[in-house]
């Protein structure tokens, strides 16, 4: 572990609050996807909220672990549970369908709007910190390239990025390990000079798999407190927390 000399970290919960960027984003294009799906209006609170803990985050902020933007790998148990929703509320099949792929594909959501609302102050000054200390830095998201870009000039870190695999790169999705072998190719770089940061059970998988050195969760994404410190080396509340970690600031 002391020797770790380049970090792979993933974007959305790891860099900041998922619920509190992506929330209120979600909840929005949730609302107006279902709204024409034929959602009944007087079963609108309780059909959204339904869907929100499918989809794994809610107006307020609240995340739920097991929602479908949290965990990739359980897309077909994500998929029966919305098709009972869609029966349940007597929804248009298609149309909701329709709005899935509206929301894993971030179309039509104002991104842009809302991210002008926020402060990235302590990412800026966290990621910045990691840079001069000398670590090769890189983002391994299921973000599309276009949105990535936005949140990396929104929270000032696009310099410090020397890595970058997105939903548009070729490589294979986490927790797939292949964007770890092509970062240590690209840097010459061994897998355990490697430290992973995420927020996720999947992405302490990624770094697992990948014969990573070290990896670090951090509590602002999926909020799987539990299930992280089962896989994880380190657990952190926030990313800044990890400005105090023994390994990386020796």
């Given at each position: 572990?002391?020797?770790?000399?380049?970090?792979?970290?993933?974007?959305?919960g790891t860099l900041f609050r998922y619920g509190e960027v992506w929330g209120p984003v979600l909840s929005e294009a949730i609302v107006n996807?279902?709204?024409?799906?034929?959602?009944?209006?007087?079963?609108?609170?309780?059909?959204?909220?339904?869907?929100?803990?499918?989809?794994?985050?809610?107006?307020?902020?609240?995340?739920?672990?097991?929602?479908?933007?949290?965990?990739?790998?359980?897309?077909?148990?994500?998929?029966?549970?919305?098709?009972?929703?869609?029966?349940?509320?007597?929804?248009?099949?298609?149309?909701?369908?329709?709005?899935?792929?509206?929301?894993?594909?971030?179309?039509?959501?104002?991104?842009?709007?809302?991210?002008?609302?926020?402060?990235?102050?302590?990412?800026?000054?966290?990621?910045?910190?990691?840079?001069?200390?000398?670590?090769?830095?890189?983002?391994?998201?299921?973000?599309?390239?276009?949105?990535?870009?936005?949140?990396?000039?929104?929270?000032g870190i696009k310099e410090y990025i020397s890595f970058l695999r997105t939903k548009d790169s070729p490589t294979p999705k986490k927790p797939?390990?292949?964007?770890?072998?092509?970062?240590?190719?690209?840097?010459?770089?061994?897998?355990?000079?490697?430290?992973?940061?995420?927020?996720?059970?999947?992405?302490?998988?990624?770094?697992r798999m990948g014969g990573a050195g070290y990896t670090i969760a951090v509590l602002t994404g999926s909020g799987d407190k539990a299930g992280?410190?089962?896989?994880?080396?380190?657990?952190?509340?926030?990313?800044?927390?990890?400005?105090?970690?023994?390994?990386?600031?020796?």
């Open positions: 572990m002391a020797g770790i000399k380049g970090i792979i970290m993933d974007k959305d996807g279902l709204s024409k799906a034929g959602m009944p209006e007087d079963k609108k609170e309780s059909c959204v909220a339904d869907f929100c803990k499918v989809v794994g985050v809610a107006e307020d902020g609240t995340t739920y672990p097991d929602g479908i933007i949290f965990r990739h790998d359980k897309l077909l148990l994500a998929t029966l549970r919305i098709l009972r929703i869609t029966f349940r509320y007597r929804m248009n099949p298609w149309r909701v369908w329709k709005c899935v792929q509206g929301i894993m594909k971030h179309e039509n959501f104002n991104l842009s709007k809302h991210l002008d609302k926020l402060s990235f102050t302590d990412v800026t000054n966290t990621i910045k910190a990691l840079y001069d200390r000398g670590y090769t830095l890189g983002i391994v998201t299921t973000d599309t390239a276009e949105s990535t870009d936005l949140f990396l000039s929104k929270m797939n390990p292949e964007a770890i072998r092509e970062f240590c190719n690209e840097f010459n770089l061994e897998s355990d000079e490697i430290a992973v940061i995420g927020d996720t059970i999947v992405d302490m998988e990624f770094g992280l410190e089962k896989t994880a080396d380190k657990v952190y509340p926030t990313l800044p927390d990890i400005l105090k970690d023994p390994i990386l600031f020796s």
